[in-house]
């Protein structure tokens, strides 16, 4: 196809071209545009978005499109790279995670056109972004003071999904079912393959989560023949097929003991909850042999908080007998 049509654009073979799609209009009639930057390689190939900023004060999503628009990496030979830097212009401004009216992006999926505006931030992404494309990876990162080591999840059971997470070669890969409402789910009835990134924790610039998210993408890049070459992987592609989270069991102060990304042991004493007065001290101990893959960074916990996520490969699961029901 020598024209292809994004968002009511046409794009021709080696043609970079900035789209702005209208988002919303604030109260102060200001409208509010968020832009696409789109390049199309000199020849012919499959159509990749790259989608951050669902969650505004999910930085680090943002920061990888950034570097990859900065660093001339959004030009492929063959097909089309669509840069999506932020979703939510909303939450952006505000430092917040949701749109204004408190409503999660991500859980708004169709959307509708006269919805509430989370449901409408939606509707401009299923109506102007994901009809065009084949493949998207929707960048996030862990919630408030809680870090993710660099993870893709993806429906695993599906082949093409599965492809797209092993070519991106995440140090972790989690089989994720589909959530209720998501950009994945309703962008995977249309046909289209969507996984998602996460990485680091919200307000905060992770470098090791940019750089693996960079590399990461260039690699599906050049999985999907896009571009010639993509960085080696540092470290393997642990596939977890099941996770689980260590919470506290009273309030108090977390102190812990572990790194994010680090395997740990049953037993293993991983961290310890106090009072503020020296009163008492209580052990955390490791539930299973599995992986940090995300850990809560915020010392003032409550009782049922969650302190670590962790998430077991084939190995782990071998090595941790299951308890019978
Ligand atoms: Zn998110």
């Given at each position: ?6 968002a ?5 073979l080696?043609?970079?071209?900035e789209?702005?799609i209208?988002i919303?209009k ?10 696409l930057?789109v390049?199309?390689?000199?020849e ?18 943002l920061?990888?499109?950034r570097?990859i628009?900065?660093?001339g990496?959004?030009?492929p030979?063959?097909?089309?790279l ?13 430092f ?8 999660d992006v ?14 409408r931030v939606?509707?401009h992404?299923?109506?102007d972004?994901?009809p ?5 990876i929707?960048?996030?990162t862990?919630g408030a ?6 993870q ?23 089989d994720?079912?589909f959530r ?10 249309k046909?289209?393959k969507v996984?998602?990134?996460e990485?680091g ?5 992770d ?12 690699r599906l890049?050049?999985?999907?023949n ?9 470290e393997?592609?642990?596939i977890?097929?099941?996770s ?12 812990s003991n572990?790194?994010?990304?680090q395997?740990i ?16 001290k209580?052990?955390v101990v ?24 962790l ?5 782990c699961?071998l ?7």
């Amino acid at each position: 196809m020598r024209v292809i049509q994004i968002a009511g654009q046409e794009i021709r073979l080696g043609e970079f071209k900035e789209i702005k799609i209208n988002i919303a209009k604030l109260p102060s009639q200001t409208l509010i545009d968020t832009p696409l930057y789109v390049s199309r390689g000199i020849e012919d190939g499959p159509v990749l978005a790259l989608m951050a900023g669902m969650h505004g004060d999910e930085i680090n999503g943002l920061e990888i499109v950034r570097r990859i628009l900065d660093g001339g990496l959004h030009q492929p030979k063959r097909g089309t790279l669509v840069c999506m830097p932020i979703i939510n212009v909303y939450g952006f401004l505000n430092f917040s995670r949701d749109v204004p009216d408190g409503k999660d992006v991500n859980r708004s999926f169709p959307g509708s056109k006269n919805g509430s505006l989370a449901s409408r931030v939606a509707y401009h992404v299923m109506r102007d972004v994901i009809p065009f494309i084949d493949y998207g990876i929707d960048f996030h990162t862990g919630g408030a003071m809680r870090a993710n080591y660099p993870q893709v999840r993806a429906v695993l059971k599906d082949q093409l999904n599965s492809e797209l997470a092993n070519a991106f070669h995440a140090p972790f890969t989690l089989d994720a079912p589909f959530r209720p409402n998501s950009l994945r789910k309703e962008a995977s009835k249309k046909g289209k393959k969507v996984i998602v990134y996460e990485g680091g924790e919200s307000l905060r610039f992770d470098q090791t989560a940019i750089e693996e998210g960079i590399a990461g993408t260039l690699r599906l890049m050049h999985h999907l023949n896009m571009i010639d070459w993509a960085p080696d992987p540092k470290e393997e592609n642990r596939i977890i097929w099941s996770s689980t989270w260590v919470r506290a069991k009273h309030a108090g102060l977390f102190h812990s003991n572990v790194q994010c990304g680090q395997l740990i042991n049953k037993g293993e004493w991983v961290g310890t909850i106090t009072d503020p007065f020296g009163l008492f001290k209580e052990k955390v101990v490791a539930p299973e042999k599995a992986y940090v893959i995300g850990l809560n960074n915020i010392p003032v916990v409550n009782a049922g908080d969650a302190l670590m996520h962790l998430g077991m490969d084939n190995l782990c699961k071998l090595e941790t007998p299951s308890q019978p029901d």
